[in-house]
C-alpha cells in the first residue's frame, strides 16, 4: 500500500510555504503530517488537505543552548501551535524578541510566515520546519 | 508464564568523563552482578543490553557482542536494545519474557554508555536524534527544550504561576542531590540549594542548568532467573512482579494528553494491573527526572499524586524518604547521572538494593515493593517495572 502524502512532498511544499495535513475520510480527524492511518480511528482512507498555517500557542520555550550545527540561531522561539484545523505542530516563532517571550504569549494567534530549511550530516537531506509569527490583533 | 526473580546486581561508579570503553564498563558492572548471584559467565544463556548512542561516542556499534565476549558468555544470543534513554529497560521486559517464557533460565541484562566522550555539541545533537528528525527538528528542539515546552504548558493548565511552579521544580533537583551525597556511586556528591537551582544557567525558559541532568559515563547489570533457579542460588530474590510499555509519537501528536505522557497512563496501567498492586503499594520508586519538571509530570502518572498537585507533595517533603512515596532515594537522574543506555538498569539496581535493605544512610526502611519508571524520547518509549521482595 502506497502513502498518500510521503515526507518528501510534505517537505517540498512546506518549503514553498505551504502546510499539508491529511484528513481522515472516516472520522474527519485531521493530522498535520504524513502517515499511514488516521491517529484517532486507524482508517487509512486519507485525502491530502492544505493547512491554512493559522492557530493558537499552546507553549513555547526560549533556546539558549542549540544542538550542534544550529549555534548561530541561539537564541531562539521554539513554539507548539495548535491550528485551527485541530492538529498540533512544533515549529519556530520569529517577530518576537526572545526577550518578550513569557507566559502571556500563550494563547496568542499565530500565522504560519516562512520555513526554515536546515541540514547537517546526519539528517538524510534538507528538511523544512514551519516559522510562525504572531497574527496582527 | 514462569516468576522471574533478579538474583544479583552491579553498577559502576556514574561519573562525567572517565577512561574506561563502554564494553569495560559494562563487564564491571556484570561481573558484579555474576558474583553476587552466585553463577559464572558460562552458566548466562543470554545477553540483553541498552547502549543508545555508542555509535557515536566509541564509533561502536554492535556492543552486545563484544559485551558477551569480554565477560566470558561466550556466544550466547546477544541482543541490543536501542529505545533512547529507556533503553535498558525495554532490555529488562524483553529478557523477562525469555526467562518467563521458560527458554532460558538464567540471563544477563543491562546497560552501558559514556555519553561525555562525545563532548557537548555533539552530544546535544546525537540526543535530538531520540525527537522526530523529520517534524521536529528543524525547529531546533532538544530535550531541555521538550521539557521547557512541558512545564510551560503544566503552568497553564494546572493554574501554578510560574515563579511557583520554579520553585517546586527546583526542590527536586535539591532533593536528589540530597540523596544523590549519600550515594558513593552518584556523579554528584554535592548537596545544592533551590537558590543554587534558580541562579543557574538558563538553558531553554524556564529550564535552567540545574533542572537538568547532566551527561554521565556508567553501566548496570542485573542476573534474572526463573523461580527455581533463584531459589537455588539465593535467599533474597527479588520478583519483577509487574511490568509495562508502551509507545507513542512525536509530541505534537501527543496534544490532548499533554503535558503528561499518555506513553506513561499505559504502561504504569499495564504494570499495576500485571502485579494486582495500586500506586499505594510501592513504597519507593525510581523515575525518570531527566528534568525536575518530568518527575514532578511522573510522579502524578503514575498515580502518586493528582494532577498539577505533586509540585506541593514535593514542597511538603512527601516524595522524600519517610514520606508518602520515597521519590529517587539513588538520587536520581539529575545527580546519580544519566548514561542513557545503562539509566533503566540501574534504576532497578536501586530497588533492588532498596528491598534487599542494603543502602546504608538512604535506606527506605522497610521497602517491600519498588517501581521504576524510565522515559525514552519525548514519550517514544515508557517502560515501568514492579519488583517485590521475595522472602
Not at chain 2, 13 to 29: I, N, P
Request: glycine content about 10%; some cysteine.
Amino acid at each position: 500500500m502506497e502513502h498518500r502524502l510521503l515526507f518528501k512532498d510534505y517537505n517540498a511544499a512546506l518549503k514553498q510555504n505551504k502546510l499539508l495535513g491529511l484528513k481522515c475520510e472516516a472520522c474527519g480527524d485531521v493530522a498535520g503530517q504524513p502517515g499511514m492511518a488516521c491517529r484517532k480511528c486507524g482508517s487509512t482512507d486519507l485525502s491530502i488537505i492544505e493547512l491554512k498555517g493559522l492557530g493558537v500557542i499552546q507553549s513555547f520555550t526560549v533556546m539558549n543552548v542549540a544542538p550542534e550545527g544550529m549555534e548561530a540561531r541561539v537564541p531562539y522561539i521554539v513554539v507548539l501551535v495548535e491550528l485551527n484545523e485541530g492538529p498540533w505542530i512544533m515549529g519556530n516563532l520569529s517577530g518576537l524578541s526572545p526577550l518578550d517571550a513569557n507566559m502571556d504569549i500563550i494563547g496568542k494567534r499565530v500565522t504560519m510566515q516562512q520555513t526554515v530549511p536546515v541540514s547537517d550530516k546526519y539528517s538524510g537531506g534538507e528538511v523544512c520546519g514551519p516559522v510562525f509569527a504572531l497574527a496582527a490583533s | 508464564m514462569r516468576k522471574v526473580a533478579v538474583i544479583g546486581v552491579g553498577m559502576t561508579k556514574f561519573s562525567g568523563k572517565q577512561a574506561k570503553t563502554a564494553v569495560e564498563l559494562f563487564s564491571e558492572a556484570a561481573f558484579d552482578a555474576i558474583n553476587e548471584s552466585n553463577v559464572k559467565p558460562k552458566d548466562i544463556q543470554a545477553l540483553f543490553i541498552g547502549n543508545g548512542l555508542g555509535d557515536f561516542e566509541e564509533g561502536q556499534a554492535q556492543i552486545q557482542a563484544f559485551c558477551a565476549e569480554s565477560i566470558g558468555a561466550f556466544h550466547v544470543r546477544a541482543n541490543r536494545y536501542e529505545n533512547a534513554c529507556a533503553s535498558a529497560s525495554a532490555a529488562i521486559q524483553d529478557a523477562f519474557m525469555w526467562v518467563a517464557g521458560g527458554f532460558y533460565d538464567i540471563v544477563l541484562v543491562g546497560g552501558t554508555e559514556v555519553c561525555t566522550k562525545m563532548g557537548t555539541p555533539l552530544a546535544t545533537r546525537t540526543f535530538a536524534m531520540f525527537s522526530d528528525s523529520r517534524y521536529e527538528y528543524p525547529c531546533g528542539i532538544t530535550f531541555p527544550g521538550v521539557f521547557a515546552l512541558l512545564a510551560h504548558l503544566y503552568s497553564k493548565k494546572y493554574c501554578i504561576p510560574l515563579p511557583e511552579l520554579k520553585r517546586q521544580m527546583a526542590q527536586v533537583s535539591v532533593n536528589s542531590h540530597y540523596y544523590a551525597a549519600r550515594n558513593p556511586k552518584a556523579q554528584f556528591q554535592k548537596e545544592i540549594t533551590v537558590a543554587d537551582v534558580l541562579n543557574s544557567l538558563m538553558v531553554a525558559t524556564p529550564i535552567q542548568l540545574q533542572d537538568c541532568c547532566p551527561f554521565t559515563d556508567g553501566a548496570a547489570a542485573l542476573v534474572l532467573a526463573s523461580e527455581k533457579m533463584a531459589g537455588k542460588l539465593t535467599g533474597k530474590p527479588v520478583y519483577i512482579a509487574g511490568i509495562g510499555q508502551a509507545s507513542a509519537g512525536n509530541l505534537a501528536t501527543q496534544r490532548e494528553h499533554l503535558p503528561h505522557l499518555y506513553a506513561r497512563e499505559l504502561a504504569a496501567g499495564q504494570s499495576y494491573a500485571m502485579a494486582g498492586m495500586k500506586p499505594a503499594d510501592v513504597d519507593v520508586v525510581e523515575l525518570h527526572d531527566c528534568f525536575s519538571i518530568a518527575s514532578i509530570i511522573a510522579m502524578e502518572s503514575l498515580g502518586f499524586f493528582p494532577r498539577g498537585k505533586a509540585g506541593e507533595a514535593v514542597l511538603r517533603g512527601e516524595t522524600r524518604i519517610g514520606g508518602r512515596i520515597a521519590v529517587n532515594p539513588s538520587g536520581g537522574l539529575k545527580a546519580k547521572g544519566h548514561p542513557i543506555g545503562a539509566t533503566g538498569a540501574a534504576q532497578a539496581y536501586e530497588i533492588v538494593k532498596q528491598l534487599r535493605g542494603e543502602c546504608g544512610e538512604r535506606q527506605v526502611e522497610g521497602a517491600r515493593v519498588g517501581m521504576t519508571d524510565t522515559l525514552g524520547g519525548d514519550g517514544g518509549t515508557l517502560s515501568n517495572i514492579i519488583l517485590k521482595r521475595g522472602w
